[in-house]
């Protein structure tokens, strides 16, 4: 008997992972639903109020109103809901590593560049500093405690300082620490911070950093003078 092919598992439907998001997302956030109803039924309020007043004459503009208040109704429940649920998710990786590069790959746009590698990393604590480049200038971002870090982000810091003399270094911490950014507010802690290159200038500034070598510390036992590269087979 010829053997059975083993069944291979669907992916959930584009409706069963909206559900699951809306579920995960209700859970975590107690304000998810009641924010989703007042975001549908505010807009639709005032739109039905704006037809009694100055379009009940009107069959034509009644109808345009209508539908235009319902879309505009929809689309920002849906703006409101889906901030929300990243939100949520943010704060479910929120303290674990890697999460500040989850959030910089994702949600950083307009003209940013970044990498989802640190540059630098504490071998014990396993904090880690990330870098971006954009608008701001330069932007060290922290994860982890920023006593343990404090050390490494001025050494990062002077490193940038030298290969691009002038251009504005900001250093940002990602923790529950008072007085630094919560995960799910970096990117728009990054946007607030002020302009201060062009678009010409973060060219020339990403080819300068992309010569720095990565603060990240050999592994013990292992000399690097020793290395070989692998045989051949």
Known sequence: ?????????????????????????????????????????????????????????????????????????ILLALGVLSRRAERAAFMRISGQPGAVAAVLTATLKRGYSTSDMPVAVDPKSRDAVYRAVGRAGVVLIGEGSSARLRQIVEDEKRKVSRAIPGVTVSVLSVNDQPGSVPLHALTKAIYKLKKTLSRAEISVVNKRLAGLGLNIPIPKGIDPNRMRAGRRM
């Open 1 to 73: 008997m010829a053997d059975k092919k083993p069944k291979v598992k669907k992916e959930p439907g584009r409706i069963k992972q909206l559900w699951q998001v809306y579920k995960l997302t209700a859970k975590a956030d107690k304000n998810f639903v009641p924010l989703g109803i007042l975001s549908f039924v505010g807009p639709m309020a005032a739109g039905i109020v704006i037809i009694l007043l100055f379009f009940m004459d009107s069959p034509l503009s009644i109808f345009l109103w209508s539908v235009s208040t319902v879309l505009f109704s």
